[in-house]
């Protein structure tokens, strides 16, 4: 879509007449900060993919984990386990507490 000078100055002459005069300047520096934070925010979010790159390192294969005793799944995950193995504990504890309601329950 071209739009030439004359479409430019209706659309302009359309927002004096909705906004007003005094409310532009106000409306073009908020559309201003809104973009320059749109702008941050996606740099960031590629700045993120690039940091989420797998290295040498992270893309060699990991050893199988060993489920961890009874007496560590009852206390708070570790910052050393991956968030899989974590949701994997959190999940068995929340089976054997529904198991063992489920039990209490029964005459």
Do not use: C, W, Y
Request: hydrophobic letters at 40%; charged letters at 25%.
């Amino acid at each position: 879509m071209n739009l030439g000078a004359p479409e430019i100055i209706l659309i302009l002459v359309a927002l004096v007449l909705l906004f007003g005069a005094k409310k532009l300047p106000d409306l073009a520096r908020g559309v201003g900060r809104s973009l320059r934070i749109f702008k941050a925010e996606t740099s960031k979010l590629t700045d993120d993919d690039d940091d989420n790159k797998p290295t040498v390192v992270q893309a060699q294969p990991q050893p199988q984990a060993q489920p961890a005793p009874p007496a560590q799944l009852h206390a708070a995950p570790g910052p050393e386990l991956s968030a899989e193995e974590q949701a994997r504990q959190l999940e068995e504890q929340a089976a054997r507490l529904r198991a063992a309601a489920q039990a209490d329950k029964r005459p």
